[in-house]
């Protein structure tokens, strides 16, 4: 009896054993396989760096290599004077910002007004919002030209940051989507306590949408970062060029052969760093916000 209970319990921890093992070799499977998909992403921009760092008899050997030997630093002190990368940079950097800065506000007013205030006709404006979303962008271009031409703003930093004060479609639909997740209790309690609606957007409903926040910070300040259209139809003097512009005009002016392809991509690899440093310090708080938005 004792020797059949025996049996019985080294078959049972040899099943769990096996289970054990199956399910390791599962999970080990699976982290190999997305390391395998974030290595293949990656390799571009490892490429990239790579380029940057190479002399221009390295950059067309065969077989290619990927670790530069020697390393030419020199190229990223090419790649920032060939064009005037700082000037460019500050530029970029004070048109994304602004852009950013602005929609945080109009976006989530707007949001808060069309998900916790009851008034009559806000689901008519926000199907209007919506509908503004499928109008292409090639239709607006002349008519905003023609009337930021007539105000003056030709040629400054105007065109592309005040639009931002009026809101945007798709973030607006964004945060409205999250801001109604929000439980209806919290507001109603705080009606209750006499809170205004500015209060109770300021400090209930905004610190509670961090998430979203993150995920509007990022896509606004990426697509306005990345932005080429808005600048080169607005912007005609070289010190106002955003980057976009700056790295289209490096190719222009000094092609992409020799030495100017070392400096072409080190000003690249310079391009990158402030996008990678921006989802390195709100991943967390990014990946949630894209999970939850519109989630009930």
Not at 28 to 52: C, H
Not at 60 to 81: D, E, F, K, Q, S
Not at 210 to 232: E, H, K
Request: hydrophobic share 55%.
């Amino acid at each position: 009896m004792s020797a059949t209970f025996s049996n019985q319990s080294m078959t049972v921890r040899r099943w769990t054993r096996l289970i054990t093992v199956r399910r390791h070799l599962a999970r080990l499977s699976l982290y190999l396989l997305v390391a395998g998909v974030g290595v293949l992403f990656l390799f571009p921009w490892l490429w990239l760096i790579s380029t940057s760092l190479k002399s221009p008899e390295q950059m067309v050997a065969i077989p290619p290599r990927l670790i530069p030997n020697p390393v030419m630093w020199i190229n990223y002190y090419y790649g920032v004077t060939y064009v005037n990368f700082p000037r460019y940079m500050l530029n970029t950097l004070i048109i994304a910002t602004s852009v950013v800065l602005a929609r945080l506000v109009s976006c989530t007013v707007v949001a808060y007004a069309l998900s916790h205030i009851d008034w009559f006709g806000r689901r008519i404006l926000f199907a209007l919002v919506l509908a503004t979303m499928m109008l292409p962008v090639q239709v607006t271009i002349i008519p905003l030209f023609i009337i930021y031409s007539k105000l003056g703003w030709v040629n400054t930093f105007l065109p592309l940051t005040v639009p931002s004060l009026f809101g945007d479609a798709f973030f607006i639909f964004l945060m409205r989507q999250f801001f109604v997740t929000i439980p209806r209790d919290l507001i109603d309690a705080a009606r209750i306590d006499g809170a205004s609606h500015f209060s109770i957007y300021l400090h209930i409903v905004m610190p509670l949408a961090r998430p979203a926040l993150a995920t509007l910070v990022a896509f606004s300040f990426i697509w306005t970062y990345n932005d080429f259209m808005g600048p080169l139809i607005y912007l005609k003097d070289r010190d106002l060029w955003t980057l976009s512009l700056g790295m289209q005009g490096f190719t222009q002016r000094y092609g992409a052969g020799g030495t100017a392809l070392g400096a072409m991509m080190a000003a690249a690899t310079l391009y990158t760093l402030p996008m990678i440093m921006l989802f390195l310090a709100a991943q967390k708080t990014f990946i949630r916000g894209i999970v939850t938005t519109g989630l009930k």
